[in-house]
């Protein structure tokens, strides 16, 4: 890893001396948008887990959890994941707080998660959007569109898609295709 990533750009010079000045042309700007949406996506992501990170957090906190920090960090990761959410680990502890006889505890988580998830369920589109450059309704429609169509992994690719044909849409007016 070290070595090609030492020469990495004399790499990445022969690479581009290989390469038809036709395909430059056509498919470089394509590689780029297509980079760029995907770390426009992933900016977004982790501003998202930050947000449920200091919602869950500060929730914990206040109901004086021990390792509140760490309980929010690891809940944060795995609301990242689609299909997920905060709910797979707030609803069960809630549970089983609440046949324990901690009601304050169960009540608290169960605000916690919801105010985490209603929380990420508004910012998301306007987020992933705004990072992406596309409108949040078309990135909500594609977060729907990706699910339905391919599952947890088209919640992913499809506003990335969306994002990159727009970016290659705005690419070809700019170039007067």
């Known amino acids: 890893s070290f070595m090609i990533s030492a020469k990495l750009p004399r790499i990445r010079e022969y690479i581009r001396q290989r390469i038809p000045d036709s ?37 914990l906190l206040l109901l004086r959890v021990r390792l509140a920090p760490l309980w929010a960090a690891l809940i ?26 901690n009601h304050v505890l169960a009540i608290g988580l169960l605000g916690i998660y919801a105010a985490a998830a209603i929380t990420r369920s508004v910012l998301e589109p306007r987020l992933i959007g705004r990072q992406m450059g596309i409108d949040p309704l078309l990135t909500l429609a594609a977060l729907y569109l990706g699910y339905r169509l391919w ?27």
């Open 23 to 59: 395909w430059k042309k056509k498919y470089l700007p394509a590689v780029a948008a297509t980079k760029t949406t995907i770390f426009s996506y992933l900016r977004a992501q982790i501003k998202l887990m930050g947000i449920t990170f200091l919602i869950v957090g500060a929730g």
């Open 76 to 101: 944060a990761v795995v609301d990242a994941v689609p299909l997920l959410g905060t709910g797979t680990v707030m609803l069960p502890w809630a549970l089983v707080c609440l046949l324990q006889g």
């Open 151 to 177: 599952g947890v992994l088209g919640m992913f690719l499809a506003p990335m898609a969306a994002a990159t044909a727009i970016r290659l849409a705005d690419l070809r007016t700019q170039s007067g295709h």
